[in-house]
């Protein structure tokens, strides 16, 4: 029994080792609690409606199936595009949300669903989208306050740790600049004490 769940855990291990990440530089540290800036980066994303679980989804199906191919290549046919993480959405609104922030994104029930792009890739190289549902977007550098937690990320865990990173930027002196986004880092069948979510804010 404990072979097989060593076994497993080194499973989950390469796994989360051999995706990409954005690149960052870690700004400042006080557990759960960093300070990122993040280098300019590309994602594609989608717009979707309905529940966080709901878009979140809808979200991954859309963004997934043009990453195994539903694209054109700059040199024609299709190409598949390697997964990185993490999924993130955001609730599409003017202030920070807190009930519900893979990163997702919520206005009059919209979310914003992204996958960050290879590093490898730039917007001229990038596969377009056959669907028009997805777009292709450059996100210039970047600063985030961020608070990292395990478990399931569902929309009362959400606001809790939203609420708790949003305290802290205050006693910071950090002033949030765009929405808190739910970037979610492992595949569905991890286990949920080696989940890891995070919530982010951009600040100035």
């Given at each position: 029994m404990r072979f097989a769940i060593g076994l497993l855990l080194s499973l989950f291990a390469g796994f989360a080792m051999a995706i990409e990440e954005p690149e960052y530089t870690l700004i400042?540290?006080?557990?759960?609690?960093?300070?990122?800036?993040?280098?300019?980066?590309?994602?594609?994303?989608?717009?979707?409606?309905?529940?966080?679980?709901?878009?979140?989804?809808?979200?991954?199906?859309?963004?997934?199936?043009?990453?195994?191919?539903?694209?054109?290549?700059?040199?024609?046919?299709?190409?598949k595009i390697e997964m990185t993480a993490p999924v993130a959405m955001e609730p599409r609104s003017e202030k920070i949300s807190m009930t519900a922030p893979v990163s997702m994104e919520q206005s009059s029930?919209?979310?914003?669903?992204?996958?960050?792009?290879?590093?490898?890739?730039?917007?001229?190289?990038?596969?377009?989208?056959?669907?028009?549902a997805v777009t292709l977007r450059q996100i210039p550098e970047k600063s985030y306050a961020v608070i990292r937690f395990s478990g399931f990320a569902g929309e009362k865990k959400v606001a809790e740790k939203t609420a708790e990173l949003m305290d802290w930027m205050g006693r910071q002196g950090l002033n949030p600049t765009g929405n808190a986004e739910l970037a979610r880092y492992n595949p569905p069948w991890t286990l949920p004490f080696l989940r890891r979510n995070e919530i982010m804010v951009e600040y100035k």
């Open positions: 400042e540290q006080a557990k759960p609690f960093e300070l990122r800036k993040y280098k300019p980066r590309i994602v594609a994303e989608v717009v979707v409606g309905g529940s966080m679980e709901e878009a979140s989804g809808t979200g991954f199906r859309l963004l997934a199936n043009y990453i195994f191919g539903n694209n054109t290549a700059r040199s024609g046919g299709s190409e029930g919209k979310w914003r669903v992204t996958f960050v792009m290879p590093s490898q890739y730039t917007m001229d190289t990038l596969p377009r989208p056959n669907n028009q």
